[in-house]
């Protein structure tokens, strides 16, 4: 019993591991750091990462800097604001749109979607309920090569714009739920297709 624990665990430890390694590989040549090296796109993909009391956190605030960065530049001409809005003091899409606003982006400029709970729900909602088919996805380092893997997956044709600001707490926990994280979404996209063929 204990053996055979140990070797699924062996087993889902080492595909995640691997898997990893995989996504990053197919990710080089995409990621951007350089805000003048980003090959244009119609939108920008805004991934939700935590807000307190409505405020956002340091995280989601990068990234929406860095989103507004590319829309000042004229890279994107739309931003996606996705994340969880189910919660009033917690809702990421407002808080992202309110600093977005602040920061000079007009309100036509802006499309939220309060239902993007996890990576790969903002990637298949944008593609199936907004139709997006092109756009830029900005996000942390740590967590873009998973963002690339799922919007590929849901057939949105992406890179991706580091909006890495500055130092992270806990930024070794965010690296290692990677490895769950990209499993589980690879699982997501099989689920998918088999249902689709179905």
Known sequence: MLAGLLLILFLAGS??????????????????TDPQAVTPKPAAIVF????????????????????VELYQRGTVQHLVLSGDGRFSNRDEPAA???????????ESAI??????YNTLATCRRARSVLGVEEAVLVTQ????????FACQGVGIRSVGYVADRQPYRAA????????????????????SSMSDEG
């Open 48 to 67: 939700g990462a935590g807000v307190r009391n409505g405020a956002p956190s340091a995280i989601l605030r990068d990234r929406v800097l860095a989103a």
């Open 111 to 116: 499309t939220l979607d309060p239902a993007g």
């Open 96 to 106: 992202m749109r309110q600093l977005a606003l602040r920061l000079g982006v007009p």
């Open 141 to 148: 380092a740590y967590h873009l090569d998973r963002a690339l």
């Open 172 to 191: 070794l926990w965010y690296h290692l739920r990677e490895f769950g994280a990209t499993l589980s979404t690879a699982f997501g996209l099989l689920r």
């Open 15 to 32: 595909g995640a591991v691997s898997l990893r390694l995989a996504t990053a590989l197919a990710a080089r040549g995409r990621i951007y």
